[in-house]
């Protein structure tokens, strides 16, 4: 089992910057392809950032805003959010899989098998 606990989320005015959080326990850490994703009120579970350790993942919507990286001496997940919109506004959740995969989906958020429980991003406009 893994477990994750998101933190950062708070209320920010676009334009503005946040560093999201997630601690991890439970596997070892630099063993696990890490990722981010967000639902927005009314909306599915959309793919942000992902990271299998060997390389980065971005959804064009934040590319070149946001920042995925970790520190697996901390197991610890981020997501560097600079630049917000009012459309990144959602409740961003951080997920983990054991491995990699050979297909390179890290956008499906079927393949992750541990969720944490969320930390709400607010940007004003």
């Known amino acids: 089992q893994v477990q994750l606990v998101e933190s950062g989320g708070g209320l920010v005015q676009a334009g503005g910057s946040l560093k999201l959080s997630c601690a991890a326990s439970g596997r070892t850490f630099s063993s696990l392809s890490m990722g981010w994703f967000r639902q927005a009120p009314g909306k599915e579970r959309e793919f942000v950032a992902a990271?299998?350790?060997?390389?980065?993942f971005y959804a064009d919507s934040v590319k070149g805003r946001f920042t995925i990286s970790r520190h697996n001496a901390k197991n610890t997940l981020y997501l560097q959010m600079n630049s917000l919109k009012a459309e990144d506004t959602a409740v961003y959740y951080c997920?983990?899989?054991?491995?990699?995969?050979?297909?390179?989906?890290?956008?499906?958020?079927?393949?992750?098998?541990?969720w944490g429980q969320g930390t709400q991003v607010t940007v004003s406009s």
């Open positions: 997920a983990a899989l054991q491995g990699t995969l050979n297909d390179g989906s890290y956008y499906s958020s079927s393949k992750y098998r541990y």
């Open positions: 990271t299998p350790g060997y390389n980065t």
